[in-house]
């Protein structure tokens, strides 16, 4: 024998959660400053994510080489830390980066927009390098 569950009108519409997170601006744009932190994270490998050990800082004190590359100012560093994500493995970003995302201040909107401006970007530049 089923069992046949009813289901109300008023719950038959799915419930979005991203409207729980946080309330999406007007328009998902970013800056000018925003898009070029994008374009530059490019060229910065997933080491520049992961804080600095012992021997990392020796090596760069003893050497002199190499520059921090985090940014002082936080919203523009969580845009760094996704980007470098994002150039790596597109929208294959693990949740809890995407969550700091969300927190620094941006909407789930914005990080679409930034994902696939990044994925098309990479796109075109293997396409061209056939």
């Known amino acids: 024998m089923a069992y046949l569950a009813r289901i109300e009108p008023e719950f038959s519409q799915p419930f979005d959660f991203r409207e729980r997170l946080a309330p999406s601006p007007a328009t998902p744009e970013f800056s000018e400053r925003e898009w070029s932190i994008v374009r530059l994270a490019r060229r910065d490998g997933l080491s520049t994510l992961r804080p600095?050990?012992?021997v990392r800082r020796f090596v760069r004190w003893l050497t002199?080489?190499?520059?921090n590359p985090v940014l002082a100012d936080p919203?523009?560093?969580a845009i760094r830390r996704i980007s470098v994500l994002s150039?790596?493995?597109g929208f294959s970003v693990p949740g809890s980066d995407v969550?700091?995302?969300i927190a620094a201040g941006f909407s789930p909107d914005q990080y679409?927009?930034?994902?696939s401006s990044v994925s098309a970007a990479a796109a075109s530049t293997k396409r061209n390098a056939r």
């Open 99 to 101: 969550a700091d995302f």
């Open 112 to 115: 679409e927009l930034l994902v």
């Open 87 to 89: 150039w790596r493995f």
């Open 64 to 67: 002199g080489l190499g520059i």
């Open 75 to 77: 919203r523009l560093e």
């Open 52 to 54: 600095y050990g012992r």
